[in-house]
């Protein structure tokens, strides 16, 4: 039996591409701020109900590869990722949706939230991770700015 993608899956085009990324990590004493540059792609598997998406990054002098599924799971409404990387594995549920008058980005699992805003010609997104700390309080992780190559 075939499954059509639906408007869900169709939101998620505007992640398909290649991605520099560029960005700091948050200082949190005793750890000092790090540099992060990446190039990460978003391509669709087979069918079009999922991408899969490839990270390259540098974080200061740390190397991080990994790969994700990201699609639309309807029983929940909802996004969900699935990570796995030298850096350990994740997963988020996430929206894309209009918000604050942009198409805005966000993936959210019990200690780790993720925001990011695309430009209005779909090309940039500025975003913002945050750590849930050992006091209940969401602390700055990382901001970074995405910039669509073409």
């Known amino acids: 039996m075939r499954h059509d993608p639906g408007c869900e899956h169709e939101r998620l085009r ?3 591409g290649r991605w520099k990324i560029e960005g700091w990590t ?11 540059e990446a190039l990460d792609t978003y391509e669709w598997l087979p069918g079009g109900h999922a991408l899969l998406h490839r990270v390259d990054a540098h974080v200061g002098d740390q190397r991080v590869e990994g790969a994700e599924i990201i699609g639309y799971d309807p029983t929940r409404r909802t996004y969900i990722t699935q990570y796995f990387g030298s850096d350990g594995p994740g997963a988020y549920e996430a929206s894309l949706g209009n918000e604050y008058g942009a198409l805005v980005w966000t993936m959210r699992n019990e200690t780790e939230r993720f ?23 969401w602390r700055p992780r990382m901001d970074v700015t995405l910039t669509k190559e073409t």
């Open 14 to 16: 505007a992640l398909v």
């Open 115 to 137: 925001i990011g805003m695309f430009s209005d010609d779909g090309n940039t997104i500025v975003g913002h991770r945050e750590l849930l700390d050992d006091d209940s309080g």
């Open 26 to 36: 948050s200082e949190a004493p005793p750890v000092t701020a790090s540099w992060i």
